[in-house]
């Protein structure tokens, strides 16, 4: 008896894993892994200041710089927002679409960009001025060591399988 049931629950299992691995081939692929945001697409200091020996008073100069141009980023989203949801109404009103006041709307909104990156240059200037010419050769060394390496290709997709 209990021979049987042994063997009859060992060619349960064994049914069981040979179906599994005959449908194995009929699952779709896993999804691609999320883009690639490395270290070729900086969104921080352009001044990448890792690596580089500063002295106490570098630090506190830098440090100060930093707080005195810390930007409001809830100020500047609530404009960008206030700007998206005007130009939502634009496009959502029925009726002919104003493009001279979409066009005004775009043109705010590269005006908040703009601005944004033009005080996040001033506040890397400020640093610059702060670094010796050796450290600056440092950090422009750093970034001809250190070359962008192109994203991995996209895996190849697995041609559906033919009906045996």
């Known amino acids: 008896m209990k021979k049987a049931l042994l063997a009859t629950a060992l060619t349960f299992g064994m049914f069981t894993a040979a179906g599994s691995l005959a449908r194995a081939d009929e699952t779709s692929a896993p999804p691609p892994p999320p883009p690639h945001h490395g270290m070729c697409h900086p969104h921080g200091h352009i001044l990448s200041l890792d690596g580089v020996k500063l002295t106490s008073s570098q630090k506190k100069k830098i440090k100060a710089i930093m707080e005195a141009n810390r930007p409001d980023p809830k100020a500047d989203m609530e404009q960008e927002h206030a700007i998206h949801e005007q130009i939502?109404?634009?496009?959502t009103t029925p009726g002919q679409v104003d493009t001279n006041q979409l066009t005004a709307l775009t043109q705010q909104l590269d005006t908040l960009r703009t601005n944004?990156?033009?005080?996040?240059?001033?506040?890397?200037?400020?640093?610059?001025?702060?670094?010796?010419?050796?450290?600056?050769?440092?950090?422009?060394?750093?970034?001809?060591?250190a070359p962008?390496?192109?994203?991995?290709?996209?895996?190849?997709?697995?041609?559906?399988?033919a009906d045996k």
């Open 88 to 91: 939502r109404t634009l496009l």
């Open 116 to 145: 944004r990156e033009t005080q996040h240059l001033q506040k890397e200037v400020q640093i610059h001025d702060v670094l010796t010419k050796k450290q600056l050769a440092q950090i422009a060394a750093k970034k001809e060591e």
């Open 148 to 161: 962008c390496l192109p994203p991995p290709p996209p895996p190849a997709p697995t041609a559906p399988a």
